[in-house]
């Protein structure tokens, strides 16, 4: 009886595996404060870029812009999340933060609500883009403001792109034409 319940118990076990979260597991809040589940993008490549509106870098946003107005829609979407950890070169509100990117770089491209993206308080996807044993792929650290995750059509991580790389360099689009 007792090998029975051991080989059952095995058995049990060898079928229970532990699932690899995906990109498309995670639900985040968009800068308005709604649910914005990441599996509505299935079947896109998706850029996801920490951003802030008072640093060396911020420049990057009308690239950004350019990327999305060129390879945007059916195929392809830019994710921005908005983040205090460096400096504080993002103090403002969610609202703030919105007004900001209209005003400035005219962004149309989807925004979040202002998250950490490392430390303590990491967010969960950040944790799971940063990690390799949730992942799957590499662990890294978000250097700074702007580094840049390509996600795949399966939501699967592909590779991060540091902070002074432009969206508009040749690894972003070449990888876009794919």
Excluded: R
């Excluded at 800068?31 to 420049?59: D, M």
């Excluded at 149309?108 to 792929?137: C, Q, R």
């Amino acid at each position: 009886m007792n090998k029975l319940i051991l080989i059952l118990s095995m058995i049990l076990l060898a079928g229970i595996t532990t699932a690899q979260k995906s990109f498309y597991d995670f639900t985040v809040k968009d800068i308005e404060g709604n649910n914005f589940a990441l599996s509505q993008l299935k079947g896109k490549k998706v850029l996801v870029v920490n951003t802030a509106s008072k640093c060396g870098l911020t420049p990057q946003y009308e690239q950004l812009q350019k990327l999305n107005d060129n390879y945007g829609g059916d195929d392809f979407v830019i994710i921005g999340f908005p983040a205090n950890n460096f400096n504080q070169q993002e103090p403002g509100t969610n609202t703030e933060i919105a007004e900001f990117c209209q005003q400035n770089y005219g962004v149309t491209f989807p925004m979040m609500s202002k998250i950490s993206v490392k430390g303590n308080d990491i967010h969960p996807l950040y944790k799971w883009l940063t990690s390799k044993a949730e992942n799957g792929v590499l662990d890294s650290e978000v250097q700074w403001n702007f580094q840049k995750y390509l996600i795949d059509e399966n939501g699967n991580l592909i590779k991060m792109v540091p902070p002074k790389v432009k969206p508009d360099d040749e690894q972003i689009t070449s990888w876009l034409k794919e």
